[in-house]
C-alpha cells in the first residue's frame, strides 16, 4: 500500500489540517472583500488568484463571498477541485506558485461561510429524544411513537445563522414554569447548548423529485458545527402543539469551516440496528446493498475551557442520508445552501450528553462546578475529530460562541 500524501506546507504533515482534509471557508485580508479559502495547516490558501493563473475552468466561484457559487458546481466539480488542489499542495514543484498566496490564519477575519437557504433541524439520537422524553414526560414512554419510523424534524430560521465566534445575545420571551400559574416576559432563565452536525446542500433538486437516500454525495457538499442554542423555558411554554419556534429561532451558530464529505471517506461506520425497519425510501435501494451509514466523529463540549462532555456521533440512530431523503420525500425541492441539523448528539453514558439540559438533567441535577443552564459570559466551544483518509484525523470546524446579557 501506498503512503498516502502529506503536504508540502510547513506544519501541516500528520496535522490535523494536512490535504486529507481541506476544509472551505470565506475569508478576508484587512480592507480586501470576503473570498473563498481553502485551510492547509495553519493557513488559508487564496484560491482566486491561484485558479486564474492556472485557468482553472470555474475559477469565478473562488471569488464569491460565500461557497455557493462553488457548491452549486455539484459533485463532480467538488472532486476535481480537490483533486486539483491535493496536487498543489504535495507536489513540490507547485510551491513557487502556491506558497505566496498561503496566509497565515491569524492574519485573516474568517464569515459565515455559506448563505444559508432553508434551515432545517432533526432529532436523530435515540440517546437524546429519550432523555428529553423522560426529563419533560417523566411518566409516559420517553420516545413517542412516530420516532423509530421517521426522522423527526422542524424547519428553523436561517436568517439567524450566525458563523462561530459570533457573540449570543440572551433572549427573552414568554416563560412558564409547571409551578406557575401564569406566564411572564423576561430573559430566559434556561439558556442551552445543542452539540449537533450541521450538513450544507450543494446541489439542488426539482420540486415534485425526490432526492434517494443513496443520493446524500450528490447533493451534500459538505458537513459543520452546529450550536443549535436554545431556550428551554420558551422552549416548553411554546413547544405544544406546533414545536419549536422562538425558543430556537433567536441564533444558530455554525463553522466557519466546511468539511467536503470528501474528507469523511474513512469515517462511515454502520448505523446502529435499526427496528423496526424502516420504510422502503428510508433503506438504501443501492448495487452495493449497504444500508445508509452513520459518521465516527468525536464531539467535545468546552464550557469556560473545561471539556463537560464528549458526544460520539457514531451513536446517531438516523443516518444524513436518511434525514436528506425524508425531507424531500413529498417533493419539496432542496436549494444550494440548504442547511440541515442532526440534533443534539448524545451518547448513553451520563458525560456523553449533548446539552445542559441533559448533563443537568432537568436542571435537577447540577454538573461541573454546580452549573445547570449558561450564565451571562460563558463561552461555549464545540470540538469534532474524525478518522481521515490519510490514516490519521482530521478536525472539523470548530464551533464558540459567547453569551451577553439580555436586552
Ligand atoms: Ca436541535
Redo the contacts with the bound molecule.
Keep these: 500500500m501506498s503512503t498516502p500524501p502529506t503536504s508540502w506546507v510547513e506544519g501541516a504533515a500528520g496535522s490535523l489540517f494536512d490535504v486529507d482534509n481541506l476544509p472551505w471557508g470565506v475569508f478576508s485580508l484587512p480592507g480586501e472583500e470576503p473570498r473563498v479559502g481553502v485551510r492547509i495547516g495553519d493557513r488559508v490558501l487564496d484560491l482566486a488568484p491561484v485558479a486564474a493563473a492556472e485557468m482553472l475552468d470555474v475559477h469565478h466561484v473562488f471569488q464569491e463571498t460565500s461557497l455557493n457559487a462553488l457548491m452549486a458546481e455539484g459533485r463532480a466539480v467538488r472532486e476535481s477541485v480537490r483533486r486539483w488542489l491535493t496536487g498543489l499542495l504535495t507536489d513540490e514543484t507547485e510551491r513557487d506558485l502556491v506558497e505566496p498566496h498561503l496566509v497565515p490564519l491569524t492574519d485573516v477575519t474568517m464569515h459565515l461561510p455559506v448563505e444559508v437557504a432553508d434551515y432545517v ?3 436523530a439520537s435515540l440517546e437524546h429524544a429519550s432523555n428529553v422524553g423522560r426529563i419533560f414526560r417523566p411518566d409516559q414512554e420517553p420516545l413517542l411513537p412516530n420516532w423509530r419510523h421517521l426522522p423527526v424534524g422542524y424547519h ?1 430560521r436561517s436568517g439567524t445563522v450566525v458563523a462561530s465566534g459570533t457573540r449570543v445575545v440572551r433572549p427573552c420571551g414568554q416563560r412558564k414554569a409547571p409551578t406557575e400559574d401564569a406566564p411572564s416576559y423576561g430573559p430566559s432563565r434556561r439558556l442551552d447548548i ?1 452539540a ?1 452536525l450541521g450538513f450544507v446542500v450543494g446541489s439542488p433538486s426539482a420540486m415534485g423529485d425526490r432526492v434517494g437516500v443513496d443520493a446524500f454525495a450528490d447533493h451534500v457538499f459538505g458537513v459543520v458545527g ?1 450550536n ?1 442554542w ?1 431556550a428551554r423555558d420558551i422552549q416548553a411554554w411554546e413547544y405544544v402543539p406546533l414545536g ?1 419556534f422562538l425558543g ?1 429561532s433567536f441564533a444558530t451558530s455554525i463553522s466557519q469551516w466546511v468539511t467536503p464529505v470528501e474528507a469523511l471517506d474513512a469515517a462511515w461506520v454502520d448505523l446502529p440496528v435499526q427496528d423496526p425497519r424502516p420504510l422502503d425510501y428510508l433503506v438504501s435501494t443501492g448495487s452495493t446493498g449497504e444500508g445508509p451509514k452513520g459518521l465516527d466523529i468525536d464531539v467535545e463540549i468546552e464550557l469556560n475551557g473545561e471539556v463537560v462532555s464528549r458526544p460520539p456521533y457514531r451513536t446517531m440512530y438516523w443516518s444524513p442520508a436518511q434525514m436528506l431523503a425524508h425531507t424531500t420525500v413529498n417533493g419539496a425541492s432542496l436549494r444550494t445552501g440548504d442547511l440541515y ?4 448528539i448524545s451518547g448513553p453514558a451520563p458525560d456523553q450528553r449533548g446539552s445542559f439540559l441533559e448533563l443537568s438533567w432537568g436542571g435537577t441535577e447540577p454538573f461541573g462546578d454546580g452549573r445547570t443552564f449558561l450564565e451571562d459570559g460563558d463561552v461555549v466551544t464545540l470540538r469534532y475529530t474524525a478518522p481521515g483518509t490519510g490514516g490519521g484525523r482530521i478536525a472539523l470546524g470548530e464551533v464558540t460562541g459567547q453569551i451577553e446579557p439580555a436586552r
Excluded: Q, R
Design positions: 433541524d432533526f432529532y428553523g445543542e449537533e452546529l443549535d436554545s419549536p430556537k441539523g442532526s440534533g443534539t
